[in-house]
């Protein structure tokens, strides 16, 4: 059974880093993409950051240049490095992984962003 455990989420003022992991347990086929959601409070979740299976990754527009998405296969954890975090960067932050069966999602981090 494949579980998603993110972890790193926190309370940081503006202009802080953070580092989010989401480690992954159990096996899977073919790994596709691996992805970084947010959904902050009446609003709908956004794909943040994107690591296809050949190591091309891409950003939605509000986070380029301040978040980097990386993985460690051997590991096998998707990372998310936040820097210069901005108040609107609020949200509870979810990994998912896409495989050639289906899609994952952990239970995501709540990530916290105030003077």
């Known amino acids: 059974q494949v579980q998603l455990v993110e972890s790193g989420g926190g309370s940081v003022q503006p202009g802080g880093s953070l580092r989010l992991s989401c480690a992954r347990s159990?096996?899977?086929?073919?790994?596709?993409?691996m992805n970084w959601f947010r959904q902050a409070p009446g609003k709908q979740r956004e794909l943040v950051a994107t690591?296809?299976?050949?190591?091309?990754?891409n950003y939605t527009d509000s986070v380029k240049g301040r978040f980097t998405i990386s993985r460690d296969d051997a590991k096998k954890t998707v990372y998310l490095q936040m820097n210069s975090l901005k108040p609107e960067d609020t949200a509870l932050y979810y990994c998912?992984?896409?495989?050639?069966?289906?899609?994952?999602w952990g239970q995501g981090t709540q990530v916290t962003v105030s003077a």
């Open positions: 690591i296809r299976s050949g190591g091309t990754t």
């Open positions: 159990g096996s899977l086929i073919g790994i596709r993409a």
């Open positions: 998912n992984v896409i495989d050639i069966l289906r899609n994952y």
